[in-house]
């Protein structure tokens, strides 16, 4: 069974500092993974698409990056700003579903 | 831009009452999904649904559960007798193709009291 882990749990950093999330997953063999961000009793808001052929997607201040073979994602941000406070949550899709994994907890002080 | 729907935001419940949660895709997209998260816990793949029928459901998703597109927009969960674990956000999800971005919705809290 596929198992997505994020790192860290949690993470504060000052306002405009560049900052990479960690996602890793058990097993290689996945059709796209999936960024996304959640805000406290909210929905999930879509961030960035990687298909598994593909190695990066960048999106305004967003960069995540696909290594397939070694089961690993990242999600760098650049110029944190205190909008960007909110869990980020890395999917991948095996089969017809998405694995979750835990998120990371960002908050970023003004 | 379009979005994924749920009504309604909030449900309470008594224990064994039946619910049914709804959802509305995005208009084109054509695979349709349920989530659901329980409180501090991660989100959970319930069941996905395409071409009128289940694909792929989880072992959370059990004879208490179905799911029906009464028409051509609408795609609901029904819990038949709801237990205290059921407690959890529920989210709809849909894409265009299998492989595709899914957009999820903001959510359906169910609380069984």
């Known amino acids: 069974k596929q198992e997505v882990t994020q790192i860290p749990a949690a993470l504060s950093v000052p306002e405009g500092e560049n900052l990479v999330l960690n996602c890793s997953f058990t097993?290689?063999?996945?059709?796209?993974l999936q960024w996304f961000r959640q805000d406290p009793g909210k929905g999930l808001t879509s961030l960035l698409l990687i298909q598994s052929s593909q190695r990066e997607q960048t999106s305004g201040r967003l960069n995540a990056s696909l290594d397939k073979s070694s089961g690993r994602s990242t999600l760098y941000i650049a110029a944190s700003q205190p909008g960007d406070s909110a869990t980020y949550l890395c999917?991948?899709?095996?089969?017809?579903?998405?694995?979750f994994g835990t998120g990371t907890s960002l908050t970023v002080i003004p | 831009e379009p979005e994924v729907t749920q009504t309604p935001s909030h449900q309470v419940t008594q224990m064994g009452q039946e619910v049914i949660l709804r959802c509305v895709p995005i208009s084109n997209h054509l695979y349709f999904y349920w989530y659901r998260q329980i409180l501090g816990q991660k989100v959970e793949f319930l069941v996905s649904?395409?071409?009128?029928?289940?694909?792929?459901k989880s072992e959370i998703f059990d004879d208490q559960f179905s799911v029906e597109r009464p028409d051509g927009s609408n795609f609901t969960l029904k819990i038949r007798s709801t237990k205290l674990e059921d407690s959890a956000m529920y989210f709809c999800?849909?894409?265009?193709?299998?492989?595709?971005?899914?957009?999820f919705g903001q959510g359906t809290r169910l609380t069984v009291v």
């Open positions: 999917a991948v899709a095996t089969g017809n579903q998405f694995y």
């Open positions: 649904f395409y071409n009128n029928e289940i694909s792929e």
């Open positions: 097993d290689s063999a996945i059709y796209n």
């Open positions: 999800a849909s894409s265009a193709g299998g492989r595709g971005e899914a957009f």
